[in-house]
């Protein structure tokens, strides 16, 4: 047995299975003592990761630290990406697990990094592994907020149909009246209306009340049309309020203490079942052989 | 038959109405196999269309390629205008179609382009043409979206008065608020307040929360004003937020299992009917006859 | 008669009440034909006024009609004046009419445009009198908005309490939050956060989501501290949200079918009274002695 | 007994607690006049002093009147200080005091003060004994605030775990679209864009439709980011108003007339128990011994 690091290859099926199991457990699983910790220091080295990240941007700290910045970085990219080999190898179905959710997640935190290396910029992209904590916020055991997720989620959910309805009008609508606005306000460029493109992108800023004031109408038609815009804005932001409210309300009525357990399936990666859950919900493998 | 297209006017009575069924199959209905493709390539013109029109306000875009929009943009508005004629001939009734929504939007669609010959700016415009694509999404046989789309319109239409009320409300109110500002502000040029309709323009930007900054009060008593506004807005941007909330609640629990299908009137050129409807809900005659 | 004009002292009390209840039919009922006619043009005197006052205040309109506007405004003035003293004379208890709300917005109406004599700037407040259009709305018998705006004052009436515990919440928390970023970011100047009543108006801007952006915290502390204020506005702002969601449904649900006439109550002026009310809800007295 | 103020140590226990007993009822309990008198005159003095530190930070005001504000604040802290000196000794548990909600405000109100001498600044924090102002409050006796400042609360400690849950969710997000933002407008300082916290903070300003504008991208990519934020930000903004609405409804369907009252537990200084009351909720003392 001494040898097997060295020759994994030579490992009869068997040996290899209970080496597999075991990885499995510690990496994907929660409910073991070495899975525990496992995800609880996956947890300190993704906030420590994204910490690094955000530092490194701040001039004033990366003048000063840079070579620390920098070894560190890629030291956890380094240890990111054996973990994520180490998911591919554990996993019985591998191609399952990279093209679930999680999985793309596992994949664009360690991407970014090597990709730094030929487009600098593209590092900052990395600080998208802080999304791997969702998976790793279950070692909490934290029922109540794990069940406010999930009506939260439901609700979303629910409404999906309907906020796909108001999406599209809100793309159409604004379209439009980027356009009118780019021909009332063409002709004066202190506007900021340079392009239609960036009349849409005035006519979001205006519809979600956001309003920074780069771009802005300065014609006395142009601020007539933005009032009449952000009078109507009011009762489009109004919209998905409603669909919510109702949507929250309903979710809430329904049975909403359905106990989720920590259980991962083997085949494919996926976690999030039901208690007493005996086959996985997305392949139908058993789920605890 | 194969002068009949340099001889419409010869046709007899019979062999136009077969013509003038056949033209409206296609161009107004979505269930046959030839009315479906003309919906689809209507669906890819539009969006090539409005990508054209955005693109040529790009000035790098057009720079470049300046004739070719140009030139795409004169041949789609000439096809949709051939499709507008044929339209209003296939349908039996053209009055009530020109004057109907879409009547109304088609026109639209090309009117501006041919004003672009006088008043170049006004080609832009033109983009309002994506809204046709509300006709042609039928195509896709979407009933869920279809049915959210029913009840998002109907709260909106149940909640119309109130909304009137709610709106005139909040117009009185801005020319009150507007003047008031102007009065304070006015010796202040840098403020921006500079006339009551830019006040009323401010009031507008300050109670629906969008806040460009290009106007602002800079006087102690102006400020102290424009608090109190925005902390009233607070409760004035909830009361749609309310009606909307309670409509859409309502218009969930209706039934709104209603079926609707793609038929279309060659009356009036109304679509949206209910299924198994038999005569026209907007003019009254046979739909399938 | 023909002196009585002139000689109104010396008519016997008989004959003066009659000159009073017609005066007072016509200026403050609106059923019957003269009533209607000073109701719609007295509509017209309102809106033409207060087009007159905001057109005075665009510099290039009022260098060209300068002599046009002020004749044309002090014309008004002195009309609603007029009317002002009719409505005293004919109301049997002018001090009520003097101080009920409508009362307080006819005087307010030709108020500022006396003291513009002496101080120029308050003549714009004058455009408050558009607040006089509420009364005047119910010539168009528009039950069905009345009864929405019935819904949506009462909504706010009876969510009062709950608006005026919020609203003073959200005053200790802006003055407490304005004094923080004060001594946060007092040393830089470029912030604009120079005094804390300024930075008290900067957190209501925030709070409210307005943000203009003519005050904004520069340094990395401020920033942080605004990014918390920020995000817990998010739920500050889902309150009178709620609040008011929770109250139109209720009055929705609650009889607002209660129908109202024009009928004004001849002693105080109170009009806005139950169908088949007998005496006035305010004072007493018989409506239609 | 003529010595005791110079002698509280020798006081034998009886009459020392007596002086406590009455010193307590004077400073923490509103139903006796003393202690009526003590809130309204502790009210004023609250009002009086944030004022002054206000003014004081405006230029002009403290350029004129810096001796007289400077006086007035020492006295007045010198005050608060003598009276939280007192509650530590009237209360019996003075621990419990210390570390509950009212008495670290009162702490707080106090110390900046004296940090002042060192860092100037820091005065300024003194506002926050305007949240003083909670406590006091209730002897207005104003019942239907009382019960509606219930509901609210409850409302909020119903929905806190989504609300956890929401906030945890935009906290990630935002740090995710930040880092992106700083990716793409990293190469054009205009934009503001200049270190990863910055951006989140941009994110922040943004999902929460603020807007300053202070921060704003400049590059085609980088605004059709930030559109894409707007609008889902949209649906994100509606979350909280549906979480509120629903508890809101909750809470104001249950019984919400549950009396309270003014006492104050002598032991750890809680105020805020149901009418009929024995025993303090939270240390378990009796109330009125």
Chains 1, 2, 3, 4 share one sequence.
Not at 59 to 65: E, G, K, L, Q, S
Not at 135 to 154: C, D, Y
Not at 196 to 216: E, L, R
């Amino acid at each position: 047995m001494k040898w097997n690091i060295f020759r994994l290859k030579k490992l009869d099926k068997d040996e290899e299975n209970k080496l597999k199991k075991k990885i499995f457990e510690i990496i994907f699983e929660a409910n073991t003592p070495y899975g525990r910790l496992f995800d609880l220091s996956l947890l300190l080295l993704i906030i420590l990761s994204v910490a690094l990240v955000i530092l490194e941007s701040v001039p004033t700290f990366n003048a000063r630290y840079h070579t620390f910045l920098v070894v560190s970085e890629w030291l956890i990219t380094i240890l990111f990406t054996i973990e994520y080999l180490l998911r591919l190898y554990s996993v019985q179905k591998p191609l399952r697990y990279v093209f679930s959710f999680y999985g793309i997640i596992d994949l664009l935190s360690i991407l970014p990094f090597y990709f730094g290396i030929f487009f600098p910029n593209s590092k900052y992209l990395s600080s998208i592994r802080i999304l791997r904590l969702f998976r790793i916020l279950r070692i909490f055991n934290l029922t109540g907020l794990t069940q406010n997720r999930n009506i939260l989620l439901r609700s979303l959910q629910q409404s999906k149909d309907r906020i796909i309805v108001f999406l599209s009008f809100v793309i159409l609508i604004v379209v439009v009246l980027g356009s009118f606005m780019y021909a009332i306000e063409k002709n004066h460029p202190e506007s900021g209306f340079t392009s239609i493109p960036i009349s849409i992108y005035w006519a979001v800023v205006t519809m979600t009340t956001v309003g920074y004031g780069d771009v802005a109408p300065v014609t006395g038609l142009g601020r007539f049309l933005a009032s009449i815009i952000m009078i109507l804005g009011y009762g489009i932001i109004a919209v998905p309020a409603g669909i919510m409210s109702q949507e929250i309300a309903r979710a809430s009525k329904e049975n909403d203490h359905i106990p989720t357990n920590t259980d991962v399936c083997r085949y494919c990666g996926d976690n999030y079942h039901l208690d007493n859950s005996i086959y996985c919900k997305t392949c139908g493998h058993l789920l605890n052989p």
